[in-house]
C-alpha cells in the first residue's frame, strides 16, 4: 500500500504560502511543490477549502507542538501563567515563519478558516480565576508577543537584534503571577 501525501500536499502548500506571503496557494502551485499532479492533490483536499482548512489546521497544531514543549509539562499540570510564558517564547522564537502568518492572517480575514486556531489559543489564553491585576499583566504580556511575532514574521519594524533578548525577558516578567 502506498503511503499518503496528505502531509506532504500541507506542507507544500504552506512553502508556497511563505513564498507567497499569503493563502492564495493554487492546486498547481501546490502540486508543484510537492512533485505531484493536480490529481494528486486533489485525491487528497477535493476542495481548495478543504485544502486551505488542512493548511491551518496544520500551523495551528505546530504552534500547540511548539507551546508544549516550551511550557516543558503536561498541559492539564500548567498554570495559566505558565501557559502564556510558553506562549511568549514560542512566539518571540527563532522559528517564527511568514508562512505561519500569512496563514493566520487568512484566518483573520476568512472567519470561516479561524475554527483551529481558536481551538487551540482559547485554551492557551484561558485566564478564568486568575486575579484581575495577574490577567491585566499576562494579556499584556500575550498582546505584545502578538506584536513581536507579526514584527518578526512579517520583517516590518522589527526590534533591534540587539534588544531582544531583554525584550522577550521582560514580557516573561509580565507572567510571574506572585509580582
Known amino acids: 500500500m502506498r503511503p499518503s501525501n496528505r502531509t506532504a500536499i500541507v506542507e507544500a502548500a504552506l512553502r508556497v504560502a511563505t513564498r507567497q506571503g499569503g493563502a492564495d496557494f493554487s492546486y498547481e502551485t501546490t502540486a508543484s511543490?510537492?512533485?505531484?499532479?493536480?490529481?494528486?492533490?486533489?485525491y487528497h483536499f477535493p476542495s481548495r477549502e478543504d485544502l486551505v482548512l488542512a493548511v491551518v489546521e496544520h500551523v495551528a497544531r505546530t504552534w500547540e507542538h511548539a507551546m508544549l514543549e516550551a511550557l516543558g509539562r503536561p498541559f492539564d499540570e500548567a498554570t495559566p501563567a505558565q501557559r502564556i510564558r510558553a506562549y511568549v517564547e514560542v512566539a518571540a522564537g527563532d522559528d517564527v515563519s511568514r508562512g505561519d502568518f500569512a496563514i493566520y492572517a487568512d484566518a483573520v480575514c476568512?472567519?470561516?478558516?479561524?475554527?483551529?486556531w481558536n481551538e487551540v489559543f482559547s485554551r492557551w489564553f484561558d485566564l478564568t480565576g486568575v486575579p484581575p491585576?495577574?490577567?491585566?499583566?499576562?494579556?499584556?504580556?500575550?498582546?505584545?508577543?502578538?506584536?513581536l511575532w507579526v514584527a518578526k514574521a512579517t520583517g516590518a519594524l522589527p526590534p533591534v537584534a540587539e534588544d531582544h533578548d531583554a525584550l522577550v525577558a521582560h514580557l516573561l516578567s509580565l507572567t510571574e503571577e506572585d509580582r
Not at 33 to 42: F, H, S, W
Not at 110 to 116: E, F, I, S, V
Not at 134 to 139: E, K, S, Y
Open 133 to 147: 491585576r495577574h490577567r491585566a499583566r499576562m494579556t499584556t504580556a500575550r498582546f505584545a508577543a502578538d506584536g
Open 33 to 42: 511543490e510537492a512533485g505531484l499532479t493536480k490529481a494528486g492533490v486533489l
Open 110 to 116: 476568512r472567519p470561516a478558516h479561524a475554527g483551529p
